[in-house]
């Protein structure tokens, strides 16, 4: 009865680390200016929704299976070359109260292109009377990207829009007619006039029409502050507020605004920050997360 009693209490000596709450949290220890990464957070029990803080923004998730991923990025800033960045996860786990767990990220830098194209006139100086049309859909996309819906699970795996490959990089700096501009916000790919453009993932369309310099655009809203945009399209299939599926097809690609031919332009943002799509589409590209244990 001795040995009973002192196996009984033994094991309950032991239960709460056997039965201690856990959560793994996975980003990378660093990544590149402009460049896209995950954060991934899986618990070993049900959690509330999910606050992800980052450079001073705050998205909320809903976990699935208790589990959630979002896409997060260094805007292609030269000065925060070398800075280090908090992220920060937190939510409530039931009798435990709310959890917080914060990570550290070194932001290094990375070399971009150079472009040097040569475009209509216009779209370099545009005429006075294009000057209040440009200023009001900046205001229209400005709004789009301030788009905060509740994220959950994005994928690891999006749609390659159209099948052709890359013709132009993110964030290269631009000389347009001689005259430098700011760097390229976006991957354009080798696009016909009259391609299907395909939905990279899940989401809603938050906007969409035809603009000065984008011609023909669509923007997606994927949850937690993450959304991708299709320029220079010859037709929109899609409307503000329609939910599309991944693989959807929602407009026919062209060569509509500030363009040197047909194509798409394709662009991703993470809280209003342009990040590079291709390492979406190419996974392998990448930052390699560090996957770290927390118990409590």
Aim: hydrophobic residues 40%; positive net charge.
């Amino acid at each position: 009865m001795k040995k009973f009693v002192l196996a009984l209490l033994l094991t309950f000596a032991f239960m709460p680390a056997a039965f201690a709450a856990r959560m793994r949290l996975t980003v990378p220890e660093e990544a590149p200016i402009g460049q896209p990464f995950f954060l991934e957070l899986r618990a070993n029990e049900a959690i509330g929704d999910v606050t992800v803080t980052w450079r001073g923004q705050k998205f909320v998730l809903a976990p699935r299976r208790n589990a959630v991923r979002t896409i997060l990025g260094a805007p292609n800033d030269a000065k925060l070359a070398g800075s280090t960045l908090p992220v920060q996860v937190e939510f409530d786990c039931g009798a435990k109260g709310r959890i917080r767990a914060e990570r550290k990220i070194k932001v290094t830098g990375y070399r971009y292109p150079k472009q040097v194209l040569t475009v209509a006139p216009k779209m370099v100086t545009p005429p006075q009377s294009k000057l209040k049309r440009i200023a009001e859909e900046r205001q229209l996309v400005r709004k789009a990207l301030a788009t905060r819906s509740k994220g959950g699970v994005l994928p690891r795996r999006y749609v390659p829009p159209v099948p052709g490959i890359p013709t132009a990089y993110f964030g290269g700096f631009r000389v347009y007619n001689g005259v430098p501009r700011s760097g390229h916000g976006g991957l354009d790919l080798r696009a016909a006039v009259g391609t299907p453009v395909r939905a990279i993932a899940d989401g809603t369309v938050v906007l969409e029409g035809a603009h000065y310099f984008s011609g023909g655009a669509v923007y997606v809203d994927h949850g937690s502050g993450v959304l991708s945009a299709y320029f220079h399209l010859s037709k929109n299939l899609v409307k503000a507020g329609q939910k599309v599926k991944a693989g959807d097809a929602i407009a026919l690609s062209g060569a509509t605004g500030r363009v040197t031919g047909p194509h798409l332009h394709l662009s991703l943002f993470s809280g209003g920050a342009a990040l590079d799509p291709l390492p979406l589409l190419e996974p392998q590209r990448l930052p390699k997360g560090v996957e770290v244990l927390y118990e409590f």
